[in-house]
């Protein structure tokens, strides 16, 4: 095990406040299908892979999604995002947690279910400029709670997922992480509640990024060579 | 103690899928105010009384909100809850459970820590005329987590709180229960774990009110006289 690990960070909910604005991009694309779900059960959803979400919802709805149903709740779930993107903020903390990193020499990464062109918005409210890694839906085969996402993220610092921590606000986030090996950390900051993140495995939970910066220690990131 | 308890039922969250649009409401009023506080932090406070909702905010700001602010926050939140009124639904198995209760002769009644012209928007969607049983914010001094909306809603019913089962999906809910005496079940469907309105008290946690319909049993209710 290297002595430094890397964190590989979930993003809609970890580091950007994103999350109700998709469950609601969701639950309006739905309506518009006369699909009725309710909303809560979208928001335990949210941070799947898009393939698993819509197969679970197939299963509550007790019917089949066609393909150019799926199709059409993708395309506009994806409107309705960017139409609320101005309400979406970084979430408190992120910036700052992201810059204490690379200022100790911490590498990190980010690994994001979603696509690369909903995942700009929360990368340019986090000022993250393109030679940041980055890892999106685009870039592996399935996405979480499959491990893809994170061992990409994992792959493009050089080490090895098991010395890696993953930081995320889904169960969704915390299974992948098991799963790539790594060890968990959670987040309350995209509305699970703190039990629902211990019981997926996490190994320690936080408010949110900024509560998370104050503990380091506790996760054991310190200053490269300190 | 009478064999047949009364049921007081919260109203967003709990019989009606609004508590989304009111936390994204009252995000935009305070965004508009100068006020960021990440979403997820206004999520756990829905269901309390509107003025320790504004202490808890002075208090994570760190500094004091005029009276003349609050009165512009819950201003705005009510405007943008009434412009995304739209998009709020029953929740499934709402109506037929009150239905199926007012067939078996329970009595039942609504407790909502809201004002009455925003539980309007949920009364009309569950198909609650004025003859049923409600409490609203503007019949009593204090609301959830103090007692007085459960108290005056049993009181209504000529019932004791003791002898009531009081169904919400709020932490908020399940406190104000066990002051006024009596019995918690929860809701998930306003978004919060399991785990937390367990801790919060409750007895027995359901999906929503369709899952509790179906264990109506588990909680003793049955027909009058069987």
């Not at 700052?96 to 690369?116: D, F, K, M, N, Q």
Request: with cysteine; net charge negative; aromatic share 6%.
């Amino acid at each position: 095990m290297p002595r430094y690990p890397g964190l590989l960070f979930d993003l809609d909910g970890t580091l950007v406040d994103s999350v109700y604005q998709h469950v609601l991009a969701w639950h309006e694309a739905m309506r518009e299908q006369g699909i009725e779900l309710s909303v809560w059960r979208i928001h335990r959803r949210i941070g799947m892979s898009g393939g698993l979400f819509l197969d679970a919802l197939a299963r509550e709805l007790g019917r089949e999604i066609t393909t150019e149903q799926a199709q059409r709740l993708r395309a506009r779930h994806m409107e309705g995002f960017l139409s609320r993107a101005g309400e979406v903020q970084a979430l408190p903390g992120a910036c700052a947690l992201l810059e204490r990193l690379s200022e100790y020499g911490v590498p990190w990464a980010i690994a994001t279910s979603g696509r690369r062109v909903t995942a700009e918005i929360g990368l340019n409210l986090l000022g993250i400029g393109p030679d940041a890694k980055v890892v999106t839906r685009d870039d592996v085969e399935h996405a979480k709670p499959d491990p893809d996402l994170f061992l990409a993220a994992a792959e493009r610092l050089n080490i090895d997922a098991s010395s890696c921590f993953v930081v995320g606000d889904s169960v969704w986030d915390l299974l992948a992480a098991q799963r790539a090996r790594a060890l968990g950390v959670g987040v309350l900051s995209g509305g699970y509640g703190r039990e629902e993140l211990d019981d997926a495995g996490a190994y320690r939970v936080y408010d949110d990024p900024g509560d998370l910066l104050e503990h380091l220690d506790e996760v054991g990131v310190r200053r490269r060579g300190v």
